[in-house]
Nanobody, 118 residues
Framework: QVQLVESGGGLVQAGESLTLSCAAS????????MGWFRRAPGKEREFVAA????????NYALSVKGRFTISGDNTKNTVDLQMNSLKPEDTAVYYC???????????WGQGTQVTVSS
């Protein structure tokens, strides 16, 4: 099994920055990449950003592109999400995810709350 543990959530004001971190443990050889998703109150879970270990090319949701930066270390199986210029609409529970078989987000963390006040 693979375990993912997030850290770094909290309460910030609009315009401020926050960094989320995630570390994978266990059978990490099964992890092909890592990413972040979020679920805002009353909404579906949505993709935020991800990085594939083989290509190292990051992908972003349009809503965060230019404000968020994902970085990862496949030797340590860690991934960070640097979030700048935060907006109230970024408020959500952020989940770290691990990519399995190159096409399935098969591993999930417990989530960390990010709250952005206006």
């Amino acid at each position: 099994q693979v375990q993912l543990v997030e850290s770094g959530g909290g309460l910030v004001q609009a315009g401020e920055s926050l960094t989320l971190s995630c570390a994978a443990s266990g059978r990490t050889f099964r992890v092909d990449g890592m990413g972040w998703f979020r679920r805002a109150p009353g909404k579906e879970r949505e993709f935020v950003a991800a990085i594939n270990w083989s290509s190292s090319v990051p992908n972003y949701a349009l809503s965060v592109k230019g404000r968020f930066t994902i970085s990862g270390d496949n030797t340590k199986n860690t991934v960070d999400l640097q979030m700048n210029s935060l907006k109230p609409e970024d408020t959500a529970v952020y989940y770290c995810a691990g990519l399995r078989n190159l096409n399935t987000w098969g591993y999930w963390g417990q989530g960390t709350q990010v709250t952005v006040s206006s």
